[in-house]
C-alpha cells in the first residue's frame, strides 16, 4: 500500500472514535478515552500490540516540570516529522501553556482539522486553527505510513 492509503487508513481508525466519551486514562472506543488513549487504540488498529504499557499520569494539562513523557513516547515509538511536511495521519502533541509539558494529543484528518479528546467532551473533530498550532511541540508519524505496511484490520 501507498504511504498517502495508510495515513489515510490512520485517519478513518481515528474518525471511528468520535463521539467516545472522554475517560481519563481509558482507550476503549465507544466507551472512554482520553487524549493519549485516543493515540493508543488508532496504533492497536494499524499498528498492532502497544509498544509498553501506558504509566498512570496526571490529567492536568497546566503540569509543570521536566518529564515530557508523552513528547518521549513520541519520539521513541514514531517518526519525528518537521512541521512544513505535516500531513493528514500524523499525531500532534501540544503543549497548553509554554511553561507547562506536553501533555495534550490528536491525530491530523486534514491540513486544518485534526481528532482530540478533551476533559467535559468527547473525541471530536476541531479545527487547527491559530491557537493550536501555536502550541504544537511536536509531530509524529506512525510507522506503517513511513514503511508502506499496514497492520490493522480492514472494513
Known sequence: MKREENAMLVVQSARKWLGTPYLHQASLIGVGCDCLGLIRGVWREVEGQEPESAPPYSSVWAEVGKNESLLNAGYNHFQNIERADLAPGDVLIFRLRASALAKHAGILTRSDRFIH???????????????????????????????????GEQD
Open 117 to 151: 479528546a478533551y476533559d467535559g467532551a468527547s473525541v471530536v473533530e476541531s479545527s487547527l486553527d491559530k491557537f493550536w498550532r501555536t502550541r504544537i511541540a511536536g509531530i509524529f508519524r506512525f510507522p506503517c505510513v513511513l514503511q508502506n505496511s499496514y497492520s
